[in-house]
């Protein structure tokens, strides 16, 4: 069950939201101000805040800014019609929708629908932590650990070749796929450079880097990460 946050000074509009979302199934709270908001947060898990921009005090495009430096929480703003300068500085500062009123319920629901699907896959997904031979990678950390609890140092790009090749685990992965998730730019864009990369991967997921069992070459299409994964 979804858990909704409605910070909304205006105490009909508040209650009416949350009637309608409690029968629709989900957990809800309510918050007159920011500081009320900001004591619900510290207590308790919020899958999505739907917030009125006009806020008493710290207003929405603040609670907007705050929350989405340290949370990937869905944030729905509520406006004013006539809140057309608002609405696009709170998408700009992180908020991933808005309704404005008075606005349709059955609309306000569908949209409400849509990010909570989208934020709780990208939750699973950031979530993702795998374990194969004597390693387990946790990809929301970045972490390459041996399963005695010793760290694995990798690099950026370490990371990113291997997030690739073990999220695509037993297919092809060509270099130039390979080099297309490389976002730091002082590699340049020479699919070699994944040989390399490979080449260092080995050195420290392979008992014997010279006969590798963990990533292997296709020869002429490029690598495939071939461990059994638990």
Do not use: W
Not at 41 to 60: A, C, E, F, T
Not at 181 to 187: A, F, G, I, P, S
Not at 188 to 202: K, M, Q
Request: net charge negative.
């Amino acid at each position: 069950m979804a858990h909704i946050l409605i910070i909304e000074d205006e105490p009909v509009t508040r209650s009416t939201l949350a009637s309608y979302l409690d029968a629709q199934g989900y957990s809800i709270s309510q918050a007159e101000t920011a500081e009320e908001a900001e004591r619900i947060l510290q207590s308790r898990d919020v899958d999505l805040l739907l917030v009125d921009i006009n806020l008493p005090g710290k207003d929405g495009l603040q609670i907007t800014r705050e929350q989405r430096a340290k949370s990937e929480m869905g944030i729905i703003l509520v406006t004013g019609r006539d809140d057309e300068v608002d609405r696009i500085v709170g998408l700009e500062l992180g908020a991933d929708d808005y309704v404005c009123k008075p606005f349709n319920r059955r609309e306000l629901l569908a949209r409400l629908k849509n990010l909570l699907r989208r934020t709780q896959e990208a939750r699973r997904l950031s979530r993702r932590v795998y374990t194969f031979g004597n390693f387990r990678f946790d990809v929301a950390a970045r972490h390459l650990q041996t399963l005695e609890g010793d760290s694995v140092p990798l690099t950026r790009a370490e990371f990113e070749v291997l997030d690739m090749l073990i999220s695509r685990a037993g297919e092809v992965a060509s270099r130039d796929a390979l080099m297309s998730r490389v976002t730091h730019r002082q590699y340049g864009a020479n699919p070699r450079t994944v040989d390399v990369l490979i080449r260092r991967l080995r050195g420290k997921l392979e008992e014997e880097p010279a006969n590798p069992r963990v990533i292997t070459t296709v020869h002429g299409e490029g690598y495939v990460f071939t461990a059994p994964l638990g």
